[in-house]
């Protein structure tokens, strides 16, 4: 005669009434559980977890909980469309007009030659016949551009004779167009001078990138090497 408890072992019970009067479902492990505990066998055979698995089938779903808050709003993000467009367009000129420099749709040439001198109006001249004139130089992204590609052209310390001029007094940037403007360049060390003699812009590139003492700096018309030439393409 089997005992109750192996009984109740062997067969899935959905419910089962607890001490304190409640009523509640019994979930296939706690069964389990409960029968190892009580020691129950029927004919001789333990009660084991594979028993009560064969009786536990997956039920349908429940109902869909309640939707949880919505999460902090994170950091908008910018995007510049119209200067991702604009280095794209620079990188084809540069491929098609074999441009080794390219920045607001002008191509950046270094002219000149080693163990010459040149005047500033030499240089000028030098630019004219290739369809340009002596260069601005926009911002310092673009000074470590032209930094670069002259080091790759010369690889020796170089100084070089731009278009562009500088106030001293005023701190402030004339370019060729006219046009006064502001910028923040990383400055050659010493410099710039606050003598009004020293207003050409120049640029000094050392062949070793790393190298502080090189970047921009103003000094009086005295003739250089090589000057850095600026046409529209």
């Known amino acids: 005669m089997y005992s109750i408890v192996s009984i109740l072992c062997l067969l899935v019970i959905s419910d089962f009434s607890l001490g304190d009067g409640q009523n509640r479902y019994l979930s296939c492990s706690q069964l389990n559980s409960f029968c190892m505990e009580s020691g129950s066998s029927v004919g001789g055979l333990e009660p084991s977890p594979s028993h009560f698995q064969q009786g536990c089938r997956q039920g349908k779903a429940g109902a869909k909980g309640d939707k949880g808050d919505t ?6 993000v910018e995007i ?3 200067g991702l467009e604009r280095r794209l367009l620079n990188k084809v000129k540069e491929m098609i007009i074999n441009c080794r420099v390219v920045y607001n749709d002008s191509c950046f040439v270094l002219v000149g030659a080693r163990g010459n001198k040149y005047s500033k109006q030499d240089l000028e001249r030098k630019c004219e016949r290739i369809g340009g004139k002596l260069a601005n130089i926009y911002n310092e992204e673009h000074r470590v551009k032209v930094s670069q590609y002259i080091r790759s052209l010369l690889g020796v310390y170089a100084e070089v004779a731009l278009g562009m001029t500088y106030n001293p007094q005023e701190n402030t ?3 060729t167009s006219g046009e006064i403007v502001h910028i923040q360049f990383n400055w050659h060390p010493t410099y710039p001078l606050k003598d009004q003699i020293h207003q050409n812009g ?3 590139v050392q062949p070793d990138a790393g190298s502080a003492s090189q970047g921009f700096y103003n000094f ?3 003739p250089r090497s090589f000057g850095l030439c600026e046409y529209r393409i």
Request: glycine share 12%; aromatic share 12%; no cysteine.
């Open 173 to 175: 940037f004339r370019l």
């Open 80 to 82: 510049d469309y119209d």
């Open 202 to 204: 120049m640029l000094s």
């Open 71 to 76: 999460g902090p709003t994170g950091p908008s």
């Open 220 to 222: 009086k018309p005295n």
